[in-house]
């Protein structure tokens, strides 16, 4: 390693998890609660990612279709039960899209995350960007971060990469590919305040969308996608939008994210302008917020001991390796004005096998949320939020069983590990 000579301090754990997003958060907490001496390690100088950084509406806990189905149990129960207790949490019942949403205030749930994290014994670290690791032979060993007093040096039994591109398992030489040609496109998001929310929300998607048609034709917005939605939070005045677009980007070449962030800002001040003046309900509204970062929705795609596929998807496969299940729809938002849906049959699911979370060639190391294995059409169904939670709990779960039985994560007894998410409240059947 060229820099060693460079490592300001060595730290050491049990379980690293690198990335504090909702996969991360959760498989954080999950493994500190059942012992395990745990240390997150994020970027950013809060936890959450996705969930506070860009969104306000956790998808993939219920089924959609004509009866919503609860399928995701267990931490992420505690998150909605703890922002229900500060009133922040309005639930979205939905038949259609990926159903029924949880909606939340991101600020409070930044608080909440945190304080379930440390209430676990979760040792946190911001402002430390994990850009190398440490391996010896076919295991991962540690990583390298880098931070304002230096580089920073974490020897860890398990490791979970939680960092939504796949950084560490990239970085272990776990093979993978990029989503290239097919990759989703990236979206900055943003809240609209001083809202008549009343008269806002009586807008129907369609009229929306027949409005955003008739400013596109006046030749004064550039909108590049011709859809997109507006929704109420549980905040006063508040409208939060999913509508800009930014295709065909590698969100892991930093050139291209900072073109990205910069027009999807440029495209959030457009589709604002378009709201307030087209739409009834936004004629006082001002640009609240703007989202911490563009989202991204796929970007390096990681090859585990099983790859979830399109089929597996679509046909609700079974697993008898499941650590959780799904049902939300293929929902595609390629590069250009719609986005492509795909239905599981009404109300089934699929299972989440734990083997998506084992990353080929690296022993030591599981990944999760974003970083599962799976195939482009499979990643775009699995990775609503509150799957990445139940993949972060089974992780976190699988991390400290492995430390008990002193074995690796990809020799845990699968019985044991569902047993274990069953009491910890997982749905798996
Ligand atoms: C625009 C958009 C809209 C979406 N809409 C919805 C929705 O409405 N509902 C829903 O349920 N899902 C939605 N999704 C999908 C969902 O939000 C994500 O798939 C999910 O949040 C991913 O969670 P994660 O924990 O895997 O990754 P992330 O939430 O991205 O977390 C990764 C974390 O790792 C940190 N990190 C990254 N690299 C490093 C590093 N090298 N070192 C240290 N830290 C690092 C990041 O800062 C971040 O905190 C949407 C996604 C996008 C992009």
Redesign the pocket.
């Given at each position: 390693m060229p820099y060693q000579a460079n490592i300001s301090q060595v730290v050491a754990t049990d379980v690293l998890v690198?990335?504090?997003?909702?996969?991360?958060a959760t498989a954080a907490i999950a493994a500190a609660r059942q012992g395990a001496k745990t240390l997150l390690?994020?970027?950013?100088g809060f936890l959450g990612?996705?969930?506070t950084?860009?969104?306000d509406?956790?998808?993939?806990f219920y089924t959609p279709g004509t009866q919503a189905r609860k399928v995701i149990g267990g931490i992420p129960d505690d998150i909605v039960a703890a922002l229900a207790d500060q009133g922040k949490v309005i639930y979205r019942p939905n038949t259609y899209g990926?159903g029924q949403?949880i909606t939340y205030d991101p600020q409070t749930l930044k608080i909440i995350w945190e304080r379930l994290a440390q209430r676990a014994g979760v040792r946190l670290l911001y402002h430390?960007?994990?850009?190398d690791v440490l391996t010896a032979g076919e295991r991962i060993t540690g990583v390298i971060?880098a931070t304002k007093a230096g580089l920073l040096q974490i020897n860890a039994k398990t490791i979970i990469d939680?960092?939504?591109?796949a950084?560490v398992a990239a970085a272990a030489g776990v093979p993978f590919e990029f989503a290239g040609e097919q990759v989703q496109s990236l979206?900055t998001?943003f809240h609209l305040i001083n809202v008549d929310v009343e008269r806002a929300a009586k807008v129907s998607k369609n009229e929306l969308h027949e409005r955003m048609a008739e400013a596109i034709s006046s030749g004064r917005y550039d909108l590049p996608r011709r859809e997109g939605s507006v929704h109420i939070n549980p905040l006063p005045g508040v409208m939060v939008t999913?509508m800009t677009r930014v295709g065909n980007i590698d969100a892991t070449d930093p050139f291209q994210l900072t073109q990205a962030e910069i027009e999807g800002r440029r495209q959030a001040q457009e589709y604002a302008r378009f709201l307030v003046d087209w739409v009834p309900g936004y004629e006082h509204a001002d640009m609240g917020a703007l989202s911490h970062q563009i989202?991204?929705?796929e970007s390096r795609r990681i090859f585990g001991d099983y790859r979830l596929t399109k089929a597996d998807v679509l046909a609700g496969r079974k697993f008898e390796d499941a650590i959780a299940q799904c049902g939300a729809p293929i929902e595609d938002h390629h590069s250009g004005s719609d986005t492509k849906w795909q239905y599981l049959p009404d109300g089934a699911t699929y299972d989440i096998p734990f083997r998506a979370l084992l990353p080929q060639k690296v022993d030591g190391l599981l990944v999760?949320?974003?970083?599962l294995s799976a195939d482009h059409d499979a990643h775009a169904s699995v990775?609503?939020?509150?799957q990445?939670m139940a993949m972060g709990q089974a992780a976190g779960t699988a991390a400290a069983l492995s430390l008990e039985t002193q074995s690796l994560p990809r020799e845990v007894n699968i019985s044991d590990l569902q047993t274990r998410l069953r009491d910890l409240g997982a749905v798996l059947d």
């Open positions: 690198v990335g504090g997003g909702s996969a991360g390690v994020e970027r950013y990612g996705i969930s950084q860009v969104l509406t956790f998808y993939g990926a949403g430390s960007f994990v850009m971060a939680a960092s939504g591109d950084d979206t998001t999913n989202g991204v929705r999760v949320g974003r970083c990775r609503s939020m509150g990445c």
